[in-house]
């Protein structure tokens, strides 16, 4: 979600498929999205969508390219 310099917000969704099962070991994700023109701010939202476990996040990296 992107909060707009007027208040407003910009949703920008984005779908990551992850394995069901990664064995215990930690699976790199990278997901890359284009700002909105106007942006002053970005919020995260993970979570699990129609799924069932545990989403475990760690070490975020948000950076311009």
């Given at each position: 979600i992107f909060?707009?310099?007027d208040g407003t917000t910009k949703i920008i969704h984005g779908?990551?498929?992850?394995?069901?099962?990664?064995?215990g070991e930690w699976q790199?994700?990278?997901?890359?999205v284009n700002v909105p023109e106007g942006a002053k701010m970005m919020m995260l939202?993970?979570?699990l969508f129609m799924?069932?476990?545990?989403l475990e996040v760690?070490?975020?990296?948000?950076?311009?390219e």
């Amino acid at each position: 979600i992107f909060v707009m310099a007027d208040g407003t917000t910009k949703i920008i969704h984005g779908t990551l498929r992850l394995r069901a099962d990664t064995g215990g070991e930690w699976q790199e994700v990278e997901k890359s999205v284009n700002v909105p023109e106007g942006a002053k701010m970005m919020m995260l939202q993970p979570g699990l969508f129609m799924a069932t476990g545990t989403l475990e996040v760690d070490d975020i990296k948000v950076f311009a390219e």
